[in-house]
C-alpha cells in the first residue's frame, strides 16, 4: 500500500536518491519531463537537491508517492510569485515509476496537487504535457482543458522534436 506525503526540503534531500533512480527510469522509458536519455543517475540526484532550496522557501511544494519506503512517484506545485498572479500555480513533474502505472497513482497525485493548491490560495492551474502521451488522458479525465499545442517544443528522451499540449484548470 502506498502513501503520498508533502516533502519538506529535508526529506527531499533524504530521497534525491530514490527521486534519482524514479527519473533515470521514467526517462529510460521514453518519458518527456526534461532530460535526455541515457540520464546519469548523479545528475538526477544532483537536479532533486537542487529543489531543496525552493521547497524550503515554500515556492515549490513536493509530494511524494511511496511504498515501503520506495518512490513511485512524485508531483510539483510551482507557486507564482508574482504580485498578480498570486492566484496561479503550475503543475511539474508528475512522475510515476514505469512499473508502478495504471494503478490510478497519477490521477491520485495530481489530485493531491489540486488540493494542496486550493490550500495554498491558488485557484487557477497550468501544466503542459508531450502531446499524444498518455498523460494527456489523465489530465482531460480530471477535469484539465486544453489551451493549445507547440509543435517542436521540445525534445523527448531520444532527442527527437516533440509538440506540447498546454492545459489549465480553475478550481472552485
Known amino acids: 500500500m502506498h502513501e503520498i506525503k508533502r516533502a519538506t526540503a529535508e526529506e527531499l534531500l533524504a530521497a534525491a536518491k530514490g527521486l534519482a533512480g524514479l527519473l533515470v527510469d521514467t526517462v529510460a522509458a521514453g518519458a518527456s519531463v526534461g532530460f535526455l536519455a541515457p540520464l546519469d543517475p548523479e545528475a538526477a540526484a544532483n537536479w532533486w537537491a537542487g529543489l531543496a532550496p ?12 511511496l511504498e515501503d519506503g520506495e518512490v513511485l512517484g512524485t ?29 490510478g497513482l497519477g490521477r491520485e497525485l495530481l489530485a493531491t496537487a489540486e488540493r494542496g493548491a486550493l490550500a495554498a490560495g491558488r485557484s487557477t492551474l497550468v501544466l503542459d504535457t508531450e502531446t499524444g502521451s498518455p498523460a494527456e488522458g489523465v489530465y482531460r479525465s480530471a477535469g484539465w482543458i486544453e489551451v493549445g499545442v507547440i509543435p517542436d517544443y521540445a525534445t523527448d528522451a531520444a532527442g527527437r522534436l516533440k509538440s506540447t499540449t498546454y492545459f489549465y484548470k480553475l478550481l472552485r
Not at 54 to 65: F, H, K, M, Q
Request: hydrophobic share 45%; proline share 5%; net charge positive.
Open 75 to 103: 508531483v510539483q506545485l510551482r507557486l507564482a510569485d508574482k504580485p498578480n498572479s498570486r492566484h496561479r500555480a503550475d503543475v511539474a513533474k508528475l512522475i510515476v515509476h514505469p512499473r508502478a502505472r495504471g494503478r
Open 54 to 65: 525552493e521547497v524550503s522557501a515554500g515556492a515549490t511544494v513536493l509530494w511524494l508517492a
